[in-house]
């Protein structure tokens, strides 16, 4: 357990809906990163919040938005949704030089 | 621009040695990172390497090269156990952002 926790785990919804996923990391970490892992593919970057603020943006769609909150939990809110968001979500946080994920949340778009 | 290159699948037999090389480019850099997914899962670190030189962590190694944008993951006395996708990733050192490969997906075959 790396102590990151991600709701739901899965998801399954239709084209043209919202959606949005959560994530509480570790105690203490600041950092929450977003990532995107379609099957059999890398991970890909979206968006890094840092005690509230955004720090870093990656290849996260304009449909696509996020926030940390002031008890640090995250959520990442993707609308308009499209067959080809389907992919597994991950968040991971940290507070030094290591990462850790959380579990994922499966998006299924029908 | 950034760029993280890692073959794609490689097989071993177990019990043996293998090494997975990774080679980057990227605009600034702070490091590189290992990380273990196996499939369906959230990746785990493995190794951080920020100068130049081996690092050992028991049955597994890591070597970084700065000046030649290297690096490779050694894994020894092989364990069914280490199949699984082994993800290298550099840092930029301008917003501590990760850059991720593919991925290479390691076959352990009996």
């Known amino acids: 357990d790396s102590g990151v926790t991600q709701t739901p785990k899965h998801l399954i919804t239709a084209t043209g809906q919202r959606v949005t996923l959560r994530c509480s990391p570790r105690s203490g970490d600041l950092s929450v990163y977003w990532y995107q892992q379609s099957l059999d593919q890398g991970l890909q970057f979206l968006i890094q919040?840092?005690?509230?603020?955004?720090?870093a943006k990656g290849n996260i769609l304009e449909r696509f938005s996020a926030q940390q909150f002031p008890d640090l939990h995250s959520e990442l809110n993707l609308s308009s949704l499209e067959l080809g968001d389907s992919a597994l979500y991950f968040c991971?946080?940290?507070?030094?030089?290591?990462?850790?994920f959380g579990q994922g949340t499966r998006l299924t778009v029908v | 621009g950034q760029n993280i290159d890692q073959p794609t699948e490689m097989t071993a037999t177990e019990g043996a040695i293998v090494q997975i090389n990774c080679t980057y480019q990227?605009?600034?850099?702070?490091?590189l990172f290992w990380y273990q997914q196996h499939a369906g899962e959230a990746p785990t670190f493995l190794s951080y390497n920020v100068l130049d030189g081996l690092e050992e962590k028991g049955r597994f190694s890591s070597f970084l090269s700065r000046s030649k944008g290297y690096s490779y993951l050694l894994l020894k006395e092989l364990q069914m156990k280490d199949s699984a996708s082994y993800l290298c990733a550099a840092r930029m050192d301008s917003n501590y952002q990760l850059i991720w490969g593919a991925g290479t997906k390691l076959i352990i075959k009996p």
């Open positions: 991971a946080s940290s507070v030094g030089e290591e990462a850790f």
């Open positions: 919040y840092y005690n509230g603020e955004e720090r």
């Open positions: 990227t605009s600034g850099f702070n490091g």
